[in-house]
């Protein structure tokens, strides 16, 4: 079965560092990759996916993540911070190993943006 | 409008009791799902349904029953509640499977006493 490990549970960067929060998946088939975001009290929010063509792959609010399948990484990236990206990150990949698909979450990272 | 709406948003209740959640999509989806996530934020599928029908159904406890009226509803009943079971349940549906974004509800968080 999948599995994806979101190395590092909490992140601080400064207000417009670089964010970087890392994702890696087991699969031996090209899966698909997804970044959700989770505000504090609220539900999950598409930041963005990668199911073929460019490996890398823009989303909202400035973030982008490469699909790199040699390192089976789809790390996530946004080039300067800002305070209201302060949330928990959730890297997913969509599993079929059962015959069915379905997600399979990371444990989340929360990022935390100093001012 | 919103998209993927849960009721109730908090739940606080006795240990033994039953209690309903019930999710409503108005985006036209024919899937929808319930997720648990608990204290440390680890998000789990629990259960899966594709136009009435249920696909998906994972190692849960048989006391949680879900039943998925109409292609819109997907409501979660719980029978004899225990404090394991405190946690925050998400509902979210998509158009089909596999590569298609999930939409999340705002989330029902349940509390055990």
């Known amino acids: 079965a999948q599995s994806v490990t979101q190395l590092g549970s909490h992140v601080s960067v400064s207000e417009g560092a670089l964010v970087l929060l890392r994702c890696n998946y087991s699969?031996?088939?090209?899966?698909?990759l997804f970044w959700y975001v989770q505000y504090p009290n609220q539900g999950l929010q598409l930041l963005l996916k990668?199911?073929?063509?460019?490996?890398l792959v823009k989303g909202i609010n400035g973030f982008e993540a490469e699909f790199k399948k040699s390192e089976t990484s789809f790390h996530l990236t946004k080039p300067s911070a800002h305070m209201s990206d302060a949330a928990e990150y959730f890297c997913a990949v969509s599993d079929r190993t059962s015959g069915t698909y379905k997600y399979i979450f990371g444990t989340g990272t929360r990022l935390k943006v100093l001012a | 409008d919103t998209a993927v709406s849960q009721t109730p948003k908090y739940l606080v209740t006795q240990m033994g009791n039953d209690k309903s959640i019930k999710c409503e999509q108005n985006l036209g989806h024919d899937t929808m799902y319930w997720y648990k996530q608990d204290s440390k934020k680890f998000l789990k599928i629990m259960f899966s349904y594709n136009n009435k029908e249920l696909i998906i159904n994972e190692t849960v406890p048989n006391r949680f029953s879900p039943k998925s009226p109409d292609k819109a509803h997907l409501n979660l009943h719980i029978n004899s509640l225990e404090l394991g079971d405190s946690a925050v349940y998400f509902c979210?549906?998509?158009?089909?499977?596999?590569?298609?974004?999930?939409?999340f509800g705002p989330g029902t968080r349940l509390t055990v006493t």
């Open positions: 979210a549906s998509s158009q089909g499977q596999g590569f298609n974004e999930q939409y």
């Open positions: 699969s031996s088939v090209p899966p698909y």
């Open positions: 990668y199911t073929t063509g460019a490996t």
